[in-house]
Each structure stands twice: as C-alpha cells, then as structure tokens.
C-alpha cells in the first residue's frame, strides 16, 4: 500500500496534466527587441499569470483547454493582448512585444523588486537594474557598479585607494561574481571608484549578501550575479562619452535584417593618471609624485541570436587592464580577460527550460617594488554549467550541476623575504537541485547542493521560507552550508595591499589546537538570516535583517613564516553577526535609499581573537536622486556616508634592531640597526570616524527623438573631508583617502 499511494498521487498528476494545457513565451521591447523583465502576462477574465523573468521568460501551467486572450501589462508601456487557443496536453509558445506609453504615469506602483519579493524566497538579496546605477552620484559623469555596490546593506568599503568590497562579514575573495556564468576574479579597479563593466551593458544584477540558495556555489559569503543586454535587434544605437577622468563607446544594433541576431561593443579608458595632475598641484598620496598613478582599459564585445521560440545563443568576450605606477617606488599591472557563451533552450514539446554556458578566464596579477622580489600570481580556467527549470502551477523544480577546472601559478615573499609559492591544477564539480513550493501564504524552498573537490565532498543543505503575512507584510528566513576551493594570498589582518593573489586551498594545512587533523581542507561557513519586508505605502519600502555568518574554517597564508619548516598556512575561524536596515522611497521625480548597518566581525586563530582591519561597526548610507525642470531634463543626485572607525593596531615605541650582518665579528657600538617597531595588541584601536558627502548634477537635450546630449558635473568629496587611509610608522606620516575631486563630462546618446 505504501509503495501504491505515490505512483497513485504520479498517475492522478499524469492524468490531470494530460486534460490542461501550458502557455509560454518571451516578452520583447518592440523597439529594441530586448526582452522585457517582470512584468505581468495574464489571462483576460481569469486571476491565471505570472511575471517575466531575468530572461523576459513567462510559463502558465496546467490551464484548462478553450480559448483566451492573453494579457501583458508593464509600468511605461502600452497593454498588448493576443487571442490564443489551447488545447489538451499541448503546450503554446506565444512570444510577444510591447512598446513604450506615450501617456506619462504620475506614479510608479509597482517595481521589480516589489514583485519579486512576493513570488521569490531571496532572503538576502538585492535587485540592482540599470535605473537604480543612475541614481548614484557619478564620477566623471559615467554611473558605475562599484559606486552602488559601496551602498548596499552590509556591504563596507575600505577605501578609495586599493579599497575592496567586504560583504556581512567576508572578505573579497570569498564574494563570487558571475558574468553571464562566467566567473570574474578582479571586479573592480585599483582605486575603488570604477567596476570593470560598463554601466550600459548590464541589464540587472542580483546581490546576495547570504543565505543564497543552491543554485550559486563555491564561495562561502556572497553572490554577486551579473546579466548583460542582449543587444539592439532593431536597428543601431550607441552612446559616446567623455569626462574629466576618461572616455568611452558603446555600440549595439542588429547584424542581420530579420531582426533576430545582435551585436554589444563597449570599450572605456581612464587618464586619470594625467588629467588629475591639473586639478592637484601638490602631492596627495605618500609619494612626491602629482596627481593619481591609477590608469586602466576595459574592452567588452558580444553577439546574441534567437530562434522563433525564444531559445537563444550569445558568445561575449573582453579584456580589462589596470595599471598603477608610483613612479620610482613600486608598480602593480593586473590583466583579466575572457571568453564565453550561454545559451537558453526551450523544447517543442516539454514544459523544461534548459539553460548552459561555458567559459574560459584568466587573472593576472604582478606587483614589482624598490628593493623586493616581484610577485606573480595567476589564475586561468574554464567553468560550465547546465541548469533545467521544470515549472509548476505552484512553484518550481530547478536543478543542474557545473564544471570548473582551474590552474595556479603564485610566487611572492614575506616580510622575512621567505619565498611562498604554488603551481597547482585542480577541479570541482557540483551538483544540485532546488525546489520552490508556492502557496497563498508560503513561499518554501529547500536545497541541496553537493560540491566535490580534489580534496574532499561538501554536502550543502540549504533552506528559504518566506511568510506571506499580509498583502504588506512578509516574513523570510535562510539557511545554508557553504565552502570554497579558493584563497586570496592577502589577509585580513593587512591594512593596505594593492596585490591580491590568488591560490587554491593547499592540502598541507597545520592541525588544530588539540593535534587532530581538521576533517576538511577547504573553507567552510554557516548562514542564518532573518527578516522582515514591509511594503509602507506605494512608494516606501522597508527591510529589516538580521545575520549570523560562522566562518568555521579559514585558511590563511602564514604571515610570520621565518623558515622553510614554518607552516605555509594557517587555519582561523570567524563569526559575522549584525543588523541591516533599509528604506526606500521611489516616484516618478524623487528617489531616496537610506541604509543603516550594524556589524560585529571577529576572526580567532586558535591562541588569539581579533577584529579583522575591515570590523567598521556602524554604517550610514544615504542616497537620494531628484528630477526636476521642463520635461524633466535636469537630475540632481547625492550620496552621505557615515562610518564608524576600523581597528588598527596601536604603536607602543620604537627601537633599534641590530641585524648583527657580520655575524659574531660585528661591532654592534658602530654599526647602524634598523628601526624595528614595538606593537600593541592586534587591532584593539580604532582610527577616526569616516564620512564624505558626493554630489552630482546633470542637463539632457533631446536634439531630436533618437538623440540626446547629457552634460553632468559632480564632485567626490564635496566637503573635502581628511578622512585617514592609514598611517605610515615608519615615516610617523598620516595617509589620507582622496580630497575633493570635481569633474565634468558629457555624453551623446544615439
């Protein structure tokens, strides 16, 4: 009987699905035929629908045989309905476009994001479109990912120098970003103010900050997913740009009459390095230098074709270089580049989207300074995955598995000039599955992922509920395993360290306090996040969330290695735990995004506990965008940030090191030591709070109905605040993060 009442249950579904029918398709910009994300397909008459995916994709299933019409709706487009006949047990593709109202809204009901958040789990995630870059002050009159991501809950930024992005309590290597699939080692640029990939080929990104779900592995802290456009299908577009720092192209349009095939080109280069000699006269770094030393070139291309049905084919390529060169003192060049395709799958006559891609990707990294040994890193490999979505009239069943082989190359020295290095080749694959049941009030995904790597088999349970309280009101929880193969050749105890290596896990890691061997070789860390999301009135969102982030095991290179019989490595622990909290306030003019972050970070290496350098305890982050004047043509835009001090570790005195070089023949009443410096306890003092205030303002004329000229002023550090870098003891010098920097640009939009 036990084994007759599932295949019963199998039998009864079988036979239910057989009398019904799915409805399926694409949703397109008719302009550019682009597709169209989260909006509403619905059937004329009845409450049957569903919203548009990051694809543009839309699956109604098990709808009873007749005939609809079929509805789709989209805030700042004209209503589309199409007539359709379904039948028993088939399965209707029905692509559709929609074209942009005339008729201006006074108001925005409803967002992506909102509507999201009442169909999907996503306990720690934030949905970054195109129109939300826009919103941030630029620099040079160009938005950028990196200056969004710097106001994102939970996320602290160390610096406009060689500052890195640490998200709820995990250090950059253990954020992984995907472009397309692709694996991205190096995101960002040196001086912190630029992402590598240009604002106007991302069509959305979706940050997971914890808790994410097994669909993303192989990093124990965030997820950064990143999706670019496809391309204009229709007829050909771009944009030209340039400004005080530097310039770019972005080029896109069809390559093909029929409309079914593009092509995306983008290519920017900065002159900071030269231009901002004009506005600083005077040295602004700990060099004699003028100006900044931070240069870089970023080339990105991509062409897209569909079929009828909507399944689609795209390879993409690039190359992003970044230089900075303290002349006389020390060099950093950095080069990652890359090749990938993804492809989306829809078959005649089954409800499964298939998705996959495959890539290839290198990061190299050299660092050559005054009187050191040049260090090296690299990093080069490919990834591949493929995924299947089997769609229910109540949810959805996703499940893939990935490939990702890789190879090491790293050589650098310590402060004892004791060699590390490794060449290693090495694999993982992956595994999962992941189930989303909805239901009137509950949203209930359970997960599991299984990663195998060269050194071991992590099993990864995941779990996201979400309570549908009121039509307002949600409550959501997350949990997970996680681990990662993968290590960066800096530590969290460094302040400032322009060379960030990378390196697989090493299989000679040191043993635990007690002498027994850890279980595992790879990194590991537990996530629990809970939350509340409260729809306030039409225009106002509020979330509340609050983290635990158990780093269980860390690997680290081992600073305070003297010999070659030193472990190479040390193993720590860490936990992460705080409080996130963010308003939002959106219409049609006024945009305001009001973020406040508590955290506590500790890391313990088995005898000593510490606070990491990027241990910022209070974080305020307040943004708001206004448009204004006669066709809304002017923008005004402001970012505040507010934070509390980072530890540091504190000077008790100084003294003179003899090195006694001549052995016991030295004269040590003659010879000159070196001055060795005496330290507190690690990171028990904290520097001064932070804090700068970045404005901008822009002008668009519309020359004609395809073209429009924008000219935008900003300034970074409007107030020009001396917030402190970190202070160099050996020349008793404070260091400061960049003063006030204006600039202006413009751009042609065609």
């Keep these: 009987m036990r084994i007759l009442l599932p295949l019963l249950s199998i039998l009864i579904t079988t036979i239910a699905s057989a009398q019904t029918g799915n409805i399926r398709g694409f949703v397109y910009d008719k302009e550019s035929g682009e597709p169209v994300i989260f909006c509403n397909v619905f059937l004329k008459g009845t409450t049957i629908g569903a919203a548009t995916d990051i694809n543009g994709m839309y699956n109604i299933s098990k709808v009873n045989a007749g005939d609809y019409t079929l509805v789709v709706t989209y805030i700042g487009y004209d209503t589309t309905e199409v007539k359709i006949s379904l039948q028993r047990g088939k399965i209707i593709s029905q692509n559709l476009e929609i074209g942009e109202s005339s008729i201006k809204l006074d108001e925005v009901t409803v967002s992506a994001a909102r509507e999201e958040m009442r169909t999907e789990v996503k306990a720690a995630a934030i949905k970054i479109s195109k129109q939300d870059l826009e919103m941030i002050p630029t620099i040079g009159g160009e938005p950028d990912l990196a200056q969004y991501m710097q106001v994102i809950p939970g996320v602290v930024f160390t610096g406009d120098q060689g500052g890195q992005l640490y998200i709820r309590g995990g250090s950059p290597i253990q954020n992984k970003v995907l472009l397309d699939g692709m694996i991205i080692y190096s995101p960002f640029h040196s001086i912190g103010l630029f992402s590598v990939f240009d604002t106007d080929i991302i069509r959305n990104t979706d940050v997971y900050t914890g808790g994410f779900s097994a669909e993303y592995g192989g990093r124990i802290s965030s997820i950064m997913d990143i999706k670019t456009i496809d391309g204009n299908k229709k007829e050909m ?40 000699e004009l506005f600083y006269k005077e040295p602004i770094l700990s060099f004699d230098e003028k100006g900044l030393p931070y240069s870089y070139t970023d080339i990105y291309g991509k062409i897209s074709s569909k079929g009828k049905n909507g399944s689609k084919i795209s390879v993409f390529g690039f190359n992003f270089v970044d230089n900075v060169d303290y002349e006389g003192i020390s060099e950093l060049d950095w080069n990652s580049r890359g090749l990938g395709s993804e492809f989306i799958l829809i078959p005649g006559g089954s409800p499964v989207l298939i998705e996959g891609n495959f890539a290839w990707s290198s990061y190299n990294i050299s660092l050559d300074e005054e009187a050191s040994p040049i260090r090296e890193s690299a990093i080069q490999g490919f990834n591949m995955g493929f995924d299947f979505t089997y769609f229910q009239p109540k949810g959805k069943i996703k499940y893939g598995f990935d490939i990702h082989g890789f190879s090491t190359d790293f050589s650098t020295y310590n402060s004892v000039n004791s060699e590390i290095e490794q060449d290693e080749n090495t694999s993982e694959f992956s595994g999962y599955v992941n189930y989303q049941f909805n239901s009137t009030r509950w949203i209930i995904e359970p997960g599991l992922r299984l990663q195998k790597y060269t050194l071991g088999i992590s099993p990864e349970p995941r779990i996201g509920v979400k309570y549908i309280a009121s039509e307002s009101m949600r409550l959501k929880l997350s949990s997970g395993i996680y681990s990662q193969n993968i290590l960066s050749t800096t530590s969290d105890r460094d302040v400032v360290n322009l060379f960030t290596g990378i390196i697989s896990s090493p299989e000679d890691i040191s043993e635990q306090a007690d002498g027994t061997p ?102 305020i982050n307040f943004v708001t965008s206004y448009t204004f004047g006669r066709d809304a043509s002017w923008k005004a835009d402001l970012r505040w940030n507010l934070g509390s001090g980072f530890p540091f570790t504190q000077t008790q005195g100084f003294y003179e090191n003899l090195t006694f070089s001549d052995g016991i023949n030295t004269n040590y009443t003659t010879t000159n030591g070196e001055l060795g410096i005496e330290y507190a306890e690690l990171n028990e003092g904290r520097l001064p709070y932070y804090h700068r205030l970045d404005a901008s303002i822009s002008k668009k004329i519309q020359l004609s109905k395809n073209i429009n000229i924008d000219i935008t002023g900003s300034i970074t550090n409007a107030y020009n605040r001396e917030n402190i870098f970190y202070f160099n003891r050996v020349k008793y010098k404070r260091v400061n993060q960049l003063p006030i920097m204006p600039s202006i640009g413009a751009s042609i939009k065609f």
């Design 518 to 619: 850890y279980k595992d070789q790879f990194q590991k860390a537990r996530h629990l996040i809970a939350g509340v999301e409260y729809d306030v009135s039409k225009k106002i969102d509020f979330q509340l969330e609050g983290y635990i982030k158990d780093f269980t095991q860390l690997t680290n290179i081992n600073r305070n290695m003297t010999s070659n019989t030193d472990d190479e490595f040390v193993v720590e622990s860490g936990i992460a735990k705080g409080i996130d909290a963010l308003i939002k306030y959106k219409d049609h003019k006024l945009y305001i995004w009001a973020v406040y972050s508590l955290g506590m970070i500790t890391r313990t290496d088995g005898e000593n506990t510490y606070s990491p350098h990027f241990d910022r305890r209070h974080n």
């Design 237 to 276: 577009g771009g944009k030209l740009s340039a400004n005080t720092f530097g310039s770019k192209v972005f080029l896109e349009g069809p390559l093909t009459n029929s409309g079914n095939s593009s092509f995306v080109f983008s290519g920017k280069t900065s002159y900071l390095d030269k231009s901002s």
